[in-house]
């Protein structure tokens, strides 16, 4: 077994540092050979997985000792005098290797790596040997200098000779070969043995292959066409990459569909603007959109700011509430109509001339047509607070009314709906038929649709007074109604809501769902938003009639829900509970409260909102004198 014995160990390869020589001091402790008292080396690479001997030959961990036992076959006193004698690299010298290397590398192209042959040579004493033990072999290899991972890094300098392009070319033929499975495999086991000099030349040669500027060598016209299919904030991000980036990504046509897409018609909101305040000054369609994406950031997230206190009908109930504009209209059961300004916050003038408290009020334009317990409808001009017309007709309490073109549609307690001309306040039509108090009316310009506490729901021709249709379906109150021209949708007590044709006067759709009362409904488009009186709020679809979300749950409304509005993006809804609450249209998900009155435990309430695109206006108060009654005013237009 002389010729059997481990290289000494000023022999063995230097390591070429602390983590490499406490690894190699680990091993040699650990493993020694089983014929008698000769010690061997065990050989890892860096990343303790494979070791590659010549030219991209891997031999991976053996499966029963879990490393490999490489050990020259020459004796130490014949190495050293073959290192005297300046042995060339080409020289062979063998080695045994201590496990069944056969499984390993069998199917293996040797010659090419540098293997000079395999022997199956045991070992003097391997007679004595039990049969579990491993037969050595004998295996061939190129000069210590080509073994990588036995210490150091191929790219170390100690005795490691330039690659050839024979050395290389089989090995990337080899991977070329293997599944992508495999490639990815091998990959990761090459990063592991790279240090970071060579990761970072890796990184060099890698990182340019990224960087390909196909919008500067396409035409201008197809470089438009790619953008125009991403989002406007992914045109924002790519507008920061470089100038010509820059200048595509601020083409104003492009923004101007983008902003099409998302609902924005027109740049008059980038016109009332002061200068110091438009981002994107030279494109008005991309700050259009920036200040649209700004707002919708502030009613999601953003901090809430202090809100305007508009104080006024002193601890009287606010009944009805229209906002518009700069102007705010709020009517009272204590018989005064109020103007504020939104700017302000001030009242601006107070219109006195109803005898009975005013249930319900509509604007439009600089006109406020307004309805009361003492049976007449007053028309005011609301920049000076001159009363132009009071219409007098209806024997109770005028209820409800809608407004379409130059006329106005009132429904009364004494089961009667009457036509009026605005302008000079003349009489067009009674329209009778209900045997029982109008409650709600809808107007469009053509049809007039009244719901009333009979039951029932008609449809009346504005310009002839005709009732075309009596819907029959509800068997109690019918207490709200939405109307778009095509669909007529109703609410009632029976805690039903059903979708009507307005030209047919069949029922398209019965909706079922809430408990009680549906107190407010709002429709737009085929999106129905309702609000009823046992707490919740409903999406629906009212084309095919499917509920698409409830807004409920733990941060969900405690009490009666008084009022509701919507858009494309966001439900705000108010309740008997003191809150508003803000929901995401899409998902049904609540996103915070934006109103929480600290009398809400208490009798605090929210009787009415209003919203805008910038701003909320909110009606509060109480019926037991807990909570002051207040315009509050939330605006959301802010950097």
Request: proline share 4%; net charge positive.
């Amino acid at each position: 077994m002389d010729d059997l014995l481990t290289l000494p160990k000023r022999e063995r390869r230097p390591c070429r540092s602390l983590s490499e020589r406490r690894s190699t001091r680990t091993l040699r402790s650990r493993k020694r050979s089983h014929t008698g008292d000769e010690e061997s080396l065990s050989i890892f690479s860096r990343n303790g997985s494979r070791w590659t001997v010549a030219d991209g030959v891997t031999i991976p961990r053996s499966r029963a000792g879990g490393c490999l036992e490489l050990v020259p076959t020459m004796s130490a006193r014949s190495l050293r005098a073959l290192k005297r004698k300046k042995a060339q690299p080409e020289d062979p010298v063998p080695y045994k290797l201590s496990c069944d290397i056969l499984s390993i590398v069998e199917g293996s192209d040797c010659s090419k790596a540098g293997l000079i042959g395999i022997e199956d040579r045991p070992s003097s004493d391997s007679a004595d040997e039990s049969p579990s033990r491993k037969r050595p072999f004998t295996l061939s290899l190129g000069p210590p200098s080509v073994l990588r991972g036995a210490g150091g890094s191929p790219n170390s300098g100690v005795g490691t000779p330039p690659l050839s392009p024979t050395m290389v070319v089989p090995w990337t033929q080899t991977f070329c070969a293997w599944s992508e499975q495999q490639k990815k495999f091998a990959l990761n086991e090459l990063l592991g043995t790279l240090n970071s000099k060579e990761i970072r030349y890796l990184h060099g040669m890698i990182e340019p292959q990224f960087k390909r500027d196909f919008l500067t060598h396409l035409p201008s016209e197809m470089s438009l066409k790619i953008l125009s299919y991403l989002s406007p904030l992914d045109l924002m991000r790519c507008s920061e990459v470089c100038s010509h980036w820059k200048g595509l990504c601020n083409d104003q046509l492009l923004w101007r569909k983008k902003c099409l897409e998302h609902g924005i018609s027109d740049t008059s909101a980038v016109k009332k603007r002061r200068k110091a305040a438009i981002p994107f000054r030279s494109n008005p369609w991309k700050a259009a959109y920036c200040i649209k994406y700004r707002i919708e950031f502030n009613w999601r997230t953003a901090e809430l700011r202090p809100r305007k206190v508009l104080k006024g009908h002193d601890d009287h109930v606010i009944t009805c509430l229209q906002y518009s504009g700069n102007r705010i209209i709020s009517g009272s059961d204590d018989n005064t109509l109020k103007v504020w300004s939104v700017t302000s916050g001030k009242c601006l003038r107070t219109l006195h001339g109803h005898t009975g408290g005013v249930w319900c009020s509509q604007f439009i334009n600089n006109t406020v047509i307004s309805g009361s317990t003492d049976r007449t409808l007053k028309i005011w001009n609301s920049e000076t607070g001159i009363c132009l017309h009071t219409l007098v007709g209806h024997t109770s309490t005028v209820r409800c009314l809608a407004v379409a073109d130059t006329r106005v549609v009132s429904g009364s307690r004494d089961a009667s709906l009457r036509v009026w001309q605005i302008q000079t306040g003349e009489l067009l039509h009674v329209l009778m038929g209900h045997v029982a108090a109008v409650r709600c009316v809808q107007f469009d310009g053509q049809y007039v649709v009244s719901g009333s506490y009979d039951c029932t729901v008609r449809v009346w021709m504005a310009d002839s007074g005709e009732c075309l249709h009596v819907l029959q379906g509800h068997n109690n109150r019918v207490y709200s109604l939405q109307f778009d021209g095509t669909h007529i949708v109703s609410g009632s007590l029976d805690t039903s809501i059903r979708v009507w044709d307005v030209v047919s006067g069949s029922c398209l759709h019965t909706l079922w769902g809430h408990q009680s009362l549906t107190s407010g409904m709002e429709l737009s488009g085929d999106i129905l938003v309702s609000g009823n009186a046992d707490s919740t709020v409903k999406v629906w679809n009212i084309v095919t009639g499917q509920c698409l979300h409830t807004f409920h749950g733990q941060k969900g409304h405690q009490s009666a829900v008084t009022s509701l509005q919507f858009n494309e993006k966001f439900a705000v809804t108010s309740s008997d509970d003191g809150t508003v609450k803000l929901w995401d249209m899409k998902t049904g998900e609540f996103i915070r409260d934006l109103v929480s009155l600290w009398s809400s435990r208490s009798g605090g309430v929210v009787w009415r909102v209003c919203c805008s695109e910038q701003k909320l206006v909110c009606a509060v108060g109480s019926r037991n004198g807990t909570e002051d009654t207040k315009l509050l005013v939330m605006d959301f237009d802010h950097m």
